[in-house]
Nanobody, 119 residues
């Protein structure tokens, strides 16, 4: 199992920026990628971005392309989500999750960090 801890959430004005961090520990070798997801009040959890540990390949939801950037620091076992040009629609709890090599499923989740964008 991989343990994940998110940080960096907070309150920001529309148009502002935040950087989220996701620190991984434990059996990190059992994971080949980390994804960021978010869940707004009354809505389903949705995919935001993903990055693979080895190659650094990335993918993004259409709603965040051009505004969010995912990156990783393998030496620190940490994945980042740089969020720019934030709007009220980005308000949500953001979670990171580790994708298992064996199943290709996200089976380890962090506790989440709140991002609130005031308009």
């Amino acid at each position: 199992q991989v343990q994940l801890v998110e940080s960096g959430g907070g309150l920001v004005q529309a148009g502002g920026s935040l950087r989220l961090s996701c620190a991984a520990s434990g059996r990190t070798g059992s994971s080949d990628a980390v994804g960021w997801f978010r869940q707004a009040p009354g809505k389903d959890r949705e995919f935001v971005a993903r990055i693979t540990w080895n190659s650094g390949w990335t993918s993004y939801a259409d709603s965040v392309k051009g505004r969010f950037t995912i990156s990783r620091d393998n030496a620190k076992n940490t994945v980042y989500l740089q969020m720019n040009s934030l709007s009220a629609e980005d308000t949500a709890v953001y979670y990171c999750a580790a994708r298992a090599v064996r199943t290709a499923k996200y089976d380890s989740w962090g506790q989440g960090t709140q991002v609130t964008v005031s308009s």
